[in-house]
Each structure stands twice: as structure tokens, then as C-alpha cells.
């Protein structure tokens, strides 16, 4: 399984099984994290983090405070796609993969601008 990327008619895949997305609040400016996981039924949502509350980033119900990140593990049904929006208040998602980060323009080589981005597993392309 890979992770496919689409954005203003373009794609992108990235040969991974498991990534980070990161995002920055735009009225609390704290970041947010969650860790997915890709396998032959889709996109699984493993853990969220955030660093503070508020404006509506509470964390879940269940979250514990470890290392100065509430951290919880939430329970969704297993999406077949991710859109991100971007409004262009807080700057660019982040796609972290094995401890590096990129901005989504980064990882899509062009700025994505306000548009939307689609993400869902794929089955990886022929070599």
C-alpha cells in the first residue's frame, strides 16, 4: 500500500505505510498532530496530539498530558479519503515521514495554494 496525494489535477504517490500530518491552529497557534497508518483497508487515524485547548482544538475526553502534548488514540471509522483545506491563516500542512517533515507544496513540487488536497490509500504502483 502506498499513499496517494491529489491536488488542483495533479498526483502524487509516496511509497509509505504509516505518516504524520501536522497542522498549526490558526487562532490558538499551536500545533496539532495525528498519526495514520495505511493498509489494504484504507486510512487509520492511530493517535492525536495537541499542545494546547481552545477555539475549538479540545482534546478528547480520554486525552493524557505526556511531555507538554495531550495525546489520545480516537476512535473513527476508517475514512477512504482525507481532503485537507488550507486557509491560508496558519500556513501549510505538514506530511512527516520517518522524522522529516515537508510542507504539502513540498511534497507536492508546486504550491497548493488555498486549494484542496485529497489523501487515500493506493496500492503501489508497478515497478
Given at each position: 500500500?502506498?499513499?496517494?496525494?491529489?491536488?488542483?489535477?495533479?498526483?502524487?504517490?509516496?511509497q509509505?505505510?504509516?505518516?504524520?500530518?501536522?497542522?498549526?491552529?490558526?487562532?490558538?497557534?499551536?500545533?496539532?498532530?495525528?498519526?495514520?497508518?495505511?493498509?489494504?483497508?484504507?486510512?487509520?487515524?492511530?493517535?492525536a496530539?495537541?499542545?494546547?485547548?481552545?477555539?475549538?482544538?479540545?482534546?478528547?475526553?480520554?486525552?493524557?498530558?505526556?511531555?507538554?502534548?495531550?495525546?489520545?488514540?480516537?476512535?473513527?471509522?476508517?475514512?477512504?479519503?482525507?481532503?485537507?483545506?488550507?486557509?491560508?491563516a496558519?500556513?501549510?500542512?505538514r506530511?512527516?515521514?520517518?522524522?522529516a517533515c515537508?510542507?504539502l507544496?513540498?511534497?507536492?513540487?508546486?504550491p497548493?495554494?488555498?486549494?484542496?488536497?485529497?489523501?487515500?490509500?493506493?496500492?503501489?504502483?508497478?515497478?
Amino acid at each position: 500500500m502506498a499513499l496517494c496525494l491529489a491536488s488542483a489535477g495533479a498526483a502524487k504517490v509516496l511509497q509509505v505505510t504509516a505518516f504524520m500530518l501536522v497542522w498549526t491552529h490558526s487562532v490558538e497557534k499551536v500545533d496539532w498532530q495525528e498519526d495514520w497508518r495505511i493498509d489494504g483497508q484504507g486510512l487509520h487515524l492511530v493517535e492525536a496530539r495537541v499542545k494546547g485547548s481552545g477555539a475549538g482544538m479540545e482534546p478528547a475526553p480520554d486525552a493524557r498530558l505526556v511531555d507538554g502534548w495531550w495525546r489520545w488514540a480516537p476512535q473513527v471509522k476508517t475514512p477512504p479519503e482525507v481532503v485537507l483545506g488550507n486557509s491560508g491563516a496558519a500556513g501549510e500542512w505538514r506530511i512527516c515521514v520517518e522524522g522529516a517533515c515537508h510542507p504539502l507544496s513540498g511534497v507536492m513540487g508546486y504550491p497548493v495554494g488555498l486549494g484542496t488536497t485529497t489523501l487515500r490509500a493506493c496500492a503501489d504502483p508497478p515497478s
